[in-house]
T-cell receptor, first 117, second 112 residues
Framework: EAGVAQSPRYKIIEKRQSVAFWCNPISGHATLYWYQQILGQGPKLLIQFQNNGVVDDSQLPKDRFSAERLKGVDSTLKIQPAKLEDSAVYLC???????????????FGEGSWLTVV | SQQGEEDPQALSIQEGENATMNCSYKTSINNLQWYRQNSGRGLVHLILIRSNEREKHSGRLRVTLDTSKKSSSLLITASRAADTASYFCATDAYNAGNMLTFGGGTRLMVKP
């Protein structure tokens, strides 16, 4: 089974520029998550999609961050304009939400590392 | 806000020793999960324990859950250098719509 794919893996931009990250979840997974992980901290949920609808985006800084999941499969996370404090790893994850033996296991991609200078 | 808090924040042991990491949380949960993250990589699911379970084993991993104390522990027995990583607990809070909230992690170093 292919895992969660993310691109780009690394990105360096100047503050006030824009950046976009792409995620392809595991096939058939209805739920998609974007997490932000600042160095030395745990991941913080930015937004959760169920199919193409938003379940939770309470911690998404909506003045500069946006995300979409058109057609309920791939997703894009955009930051515009970027600030220095946005330097972090952006992790995409997906889950099937099937309550089987694995419960609500979330599968993570390798992350997109953003450095804002 | 982070629901789970791991303790200790960092742990250094010798190969062959056991490593114990603790996690405390604040609200009622459906389940608690432990994830591992190697440096520069994504998170990998290790084990899930449901709120009605008290202990679970998977290979060299042993997880306990005490819902009365709102705490969990992860024990790695006979540690190996390859176990060096950060370990995070994540809680699936009751009525939170499958949303996982992560703690700050324990950074484990196993010296050969």
């Amino acid at each position: 089974e292919a895992g969660v794919a993310q691109s780009p893996r690394y990105k360096i931009i100047e503050k006030r520029q824009s950046v976009a990250f792409w995620c392809n979840p595991i096939s058939g997974h209805a739920t998609l998550y974007w997490y932000q992980q600042i160095l030395g901290q745990g991941p913080k949920l930015l937004i959760q999609f169920q199919n193409n609808g938003v379940v939770d985006d309470s911690q998404l800084p909506k003045d500069r961050f946006s995300a979409e999941r058109l057609k309920g499969v791939d997703s894009t996370l955009k930051i515009q304009p970027a600030k220095l404090e946005d330097s972090a790893v952006y992790l995409c994850a997906s889950s099937s939400n099937k309550w089987d033996r694995s419960g609500n296991t979330i599968y993570f991609g390798e992350g997109s590392w953003l450095t804002v200078v | 806000s982070q629901q789970g808090e791991e303790d200790p924040q960092a742990l250094s042991i010798q190969e062959g020793e056991n490593a114990t990491m603790n996690c405390s949380y604040k609200t009622s949960i459906n389940n608690l999960q432990w994830y591992r993250q190697n440096s520069g990589r994504g998170l990998v699911h290790l084990i899930l324990i449901r709120s009605n379970e008290r202990e679970k084993h998977s290979g060299r991993l042993r997880v306990t859950l005490d819902t009365s104390k709102k705490s969990s522990s992860l024990l790695i027995t006979a540690s190996r250098a390859a176990d060096t990583a950060s370990y995070f607990c994540a809680t699936d809070a009751y009525n939170a719509g499958n949303m996982l909230t992560f703690g700050g992690g324990t950074r484990l170093m196993v010296k050969p």
